[in-house]
């Protein structure tokens, strides 16, 4: 897959892609609804904005991302994308009328052939724009739109809002439902302070910066391993929190990968939730501590030997 980050003297190669335009904040299963639609119909592309939109908008607000942008480009490329066009969110792209867009962008810069979005996606300065008038847009500019129905499971709307709930609610699965795949958490390992090691539960810490925050406590978790000698996947239990025990709040995640010896530092790593175990706790000293990190490891083992 080719990421292209802005959409000025893209190569000739990557024009004439049919795309599939939204924020793909999860890349849910209605995000992967509006990608089918844009299957078979040439190179398949992707339209997206860093920073999201949001991010520029309501700036100070509450980390609310599921994805940031290498994870959502890693799934991009498991769904068999060919060019991701991942446009700047800046002042200009910001403040184009719909028909501005949809011309100099999608038409004059990115020669797009076909574009798929959700029914409720929104463009243009002041979300101006929707899918009706991109259609219309589409026919005058010399491209194709096809529309994708929100999509339901069990009733309920599937959305990142819905999902993000689930997650705050220590119900990983139900999130699994909805996103079709296991939410993941992926950045590179940073430095600690260390004290698992000291325990006998050496961890890789990953920062959660810019991420919505699942429930506070200890996963199960399937462990990959993207870059390096260790590459590979694992079975692991982390712990995501403040680390109360210590007297700490700056919330991280850190694994402990089940079986494992190496130097993972600097190294990219794809954590997926798959059950929560528990809230976080704090210990009487550190044996207490060290025989509840027993009994995760325990569950963990057992949980993930089932799926």
Known sequence: MRIFTRWRDIPEAARGASVAMGNFDGLHLGHQSVIDLARGRGPLGIITFEPHPREVFAAGGPPFRLMNAESRANRLEKLGVDYL?????????????????????????????????????????????????????????????????????????????????????????????????????????????????????????????????????????????????????????????????????????????????????GQHLSIALVDYLRPEMKFDGLPALIAQMDKDVARTRDILSAT
Do not use: C, W
């Not at 309920?156 to 993941?184: F, K, N, Q, V, Y």
């Not at 700490?248 to 190496?262: K, Q, S, V, W, Y």
């Open 85 to 265: 066009f991942q446009l700047p969110f800046d002042r200009e792209l910001a403040g184009m009328t719909a028909e501005t867009f949809a011309r100099e962008v999608l038409a004059e810069g990115l020669g797009v052939r076909h574009v798929a979005v959700g029914r409720d996606f929104r463009f243009g300065a002041r979300r101006q724009g929707d899918s009706e008038l991109l259609s219309v847009l589409g026919r005058q500019l010399g491209f194709d739109v096809t529309v994708a129905p929100l999509k339901r499971l069990d009733g309920i709307e599937i959305s990142s809002t819905a999902i993000r709930l689930a997650l705050s609610e220590g119900r990983p699965r139900d999130a699994a439902a909805m996103l079709g795949h296991l939410h993941r958490i992926e950045g590179p390992v940073i430095h600690g302070d260390k004290r698992g090691r000291d325990l006998g539960f050496p961890t890789a810490n990953m920062g959660l910066q810019g991420l919505h925050l699942p429930k506070l406590g200890v996963y199960a978790v399937k462990a990959d391993v993207l870059t390096g000698p260790n590459a590979g996947s694992y079975m692991g239990a982390a712990s995501l929190g403040v680390r109360p025990m210590f007297g700490e709040n700056a919330p991280n995640l850190e694994t402990f990968i089940l079986d494992f010896r190496g130097d993972l530092y």
